[in-house]
């Protein structure tokens, strides 16, 4: 079977393939600038009738009870995508516009296969745990507690991993008994909707169990938000939005789980090897041109060490130039789209509006007449109150702050309003423990540390979310317990 779609990719409602009923919108390759296909385009009536058949899935079906039937149907899932993964990467990279490379791990191979992870949990997982027995009131009762499926998903993704993103929400959803309503970004239907077909093709998935509905209308997807049969509504995407997600989930008192936008700080240490610290940092800020919402964008050295980081960092970045993301050494390929590139060039400008100087990059790269592209940049001669020192980017821009030693260092990381990621170099591990335990982020790298994995829960603190993506503790956002007593 080829997956690339003749015409248009479909949605996926009730176990069907089924044209959008607002037409088809084109998909963009942000390398090339070129129409490569058009999507399924949903309108308030598909998303209507697929919020029904995840409803009915779940109230009427014993998928929420049948755990080796999840585990089966997902473990399937896994293996229906890997046989299709070259196909995938091809329009992966071609929807994404991220370097083929990283299809290898994040962006495609890794969370298809941490399917299975969540595939075991289902069923690993204690669904009852005995209490024993207790007096309350002077009766004795047996107690147990059930973990239950909480029930419909809304889930709702942004294009910048889109794979990693659906699947480490589906993922744990489905082998959680839950059913699923996923709505991906507008920039990347296919890699969504090519999922769908595998799923309607080539797997048992019980039909309603999860739909997958495309649209160009971002009011298609807040209808999840805001639907009565929909009991939680699990949002990745910016801080802004999900501040919208949650206001409208407010009114039928759904459960949200939001993992948001961030602005995490590279710590280097004054014991910490500098040249080391700081290829990592720009190898980090460039990877995906920098799109990415953990990606650590504000390097934060000592003060008296600037002048040589800054050109370090600055000589690292010369030789991650920007690049055709199907070429297998290119780290920094184009962002998304014309109006992405647009919001990061005007914050290069505030850059320079509040005072900054542009020390690497800063422009779109010369040998290049189409695509997205903007070159890596390095800004210093700001502090960290400067608005791109607060603000996220979402682009290959990187801002070099000075501290006087470790505690003002770890004043400067957690003077935002973001606290979702971070980096520490250094040598003492004593000095190094001290700023793991000071920055109020939800994941810290020591020295390099790569916390990516399907069981290492992933989040934020402040205004970088609520809740936790994958691990177990990812599995659990999905379950509800019910507390059970008899008398004996
Ligand atoms: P976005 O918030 O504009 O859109 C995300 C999704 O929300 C899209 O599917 C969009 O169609 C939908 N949407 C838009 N308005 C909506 C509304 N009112 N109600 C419901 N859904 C709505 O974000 P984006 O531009 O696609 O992605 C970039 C942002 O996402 C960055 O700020 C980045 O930090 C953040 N992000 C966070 C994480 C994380 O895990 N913390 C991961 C990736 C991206």
Same mark, same amino acid.
């Given at each position: 079977m080829t997956l690339r779609p003749a015409v248009a990719s479909d949605l996926l409602i009730d176990g069907k393939l089924v044209p959008g009923s607002g037409g088809t919108f084109d998909i963009v390759n942000p390398a090339s600038e070129e129409v490569i296909g058009k999507a399924a385009d949903a309108t308030a009536a598909d998303m209507d009738s697929a919020i029904a058949a995840a409803r009915n899935a779940f109230d009427t079906t014993d998928w929420s009870r049948d755990h080796a039937l999840r585990a089966r149907c997902l473990r399937q899932l896994r293996d229906a995508l890997l046989a299709h993964a070259d196909e995938l990467r091809e329009l992966t990279v071609a929807e994404v516009g991220c370097p083929v490379f990283l299809t290898h791990g994040p962006q495609l191979e890794g969370p298809i296969t941490d399917l299975g992870y969540f595939a075991d949990l289902a069923e690993s997982h204690a669904w009852t745990q005995d209490l024993g027995e207790a007096t309350p009131m002077g009766i004795k009762n047996h107690r147990e507690l059930r973990s239950e499926a909480v029930g419909v998903v809304g889930a709702i993704t942004p294009w910048n991993f889109p794979h990693q993103i659906n699947f480490a929400k589906i993922g744990p959803a489905l082998a959680a008994g839950c059913t699923v309503v996923l709505k991906p970004a507008p920039d990347t239907p296919w890699c969504a909707a090519l999922v769908g077909k595998v799923i309607a093709e080539? !797997? =048992?998935? #019980? #039909? @309603?169990?999860i739909n997958i509905v495309t649209s160009s209308d971002h009011a298609v997807g807040a209808q999840l938000s805001s639907d009565p049969r929909v009991d939680i509504v699990s949002f990745t995407g910016s801080t802004a939005t999900g501040r919208k997600v949650m206001a409208a989930a407010a009114e039928s008192l759904k459960k949200v789980f939001l993992e948001l936008g961030g602005k995490s700080a590279f710590i280097v240490l004054d014991d910490a090897d500098l040249g080391s610290a700081c290829a990592m940092a720009a190898f980090a800020v460039v990877t995906h041109a920098g799109q990415g919402c953990a990606i650590t964008t504000r390097l934060v050295v000592p003060r008296a060490k600037l002048a040589d980081a800054i050109k370090a960092t600055g000589d690292a970045m010369a030789g991650l130039a920007a690049n =055709? #993301?199907?070429? #297998? @050494? !290119?780290?920094c390929g184009p962002l998304i789209s014309a109006t992405q590139r647009e919001r990061v060039e005007s914050y290069i400008r505030l850059a320079v509006e509040e005072g900054g100087t542009i020390e690497v990059g800063g422009g779109r790269p010369a040998d290049k007449d189409k695509g997205f592209y903007v070159e890596p940049t390095l800004i210093s001669g700001l502090d960290n109150s400067a608005r791109v020192a607060q603000e996220e980017i979402f682009g290959p821009v990187l801002v070099v702050i000075a501290h006087d030693g470790d505690d003002d260092a770890i004043r400067i990381a957690n003077d935002s309003p973001y606290g979702l990621s971070g980096m520490v170099y250094g040598t003492d591990e004593t000095r190094i423990n001290k700023v793991v335990d000071g920055v109020r982020t939800g994941t810290m790298g020591i020295n390099g540390g790569i916390w990516y994995a399907a069981d290492v829960p992933f989040g934020g603190y402040k205004a970088s979310g609520i809740g936790r993506e994958m691990g177990v503790r990812g599995f659990e956002e999905y379950l509800e317990i019910k507390a059970v007593a008899r008398p004996v």
């Open positions: 080539e !797997t =048992d998935f #019980p #039909p @309603g169990v =055709d #993301p199907t070429n #297998p @050494g !290119t780290i």
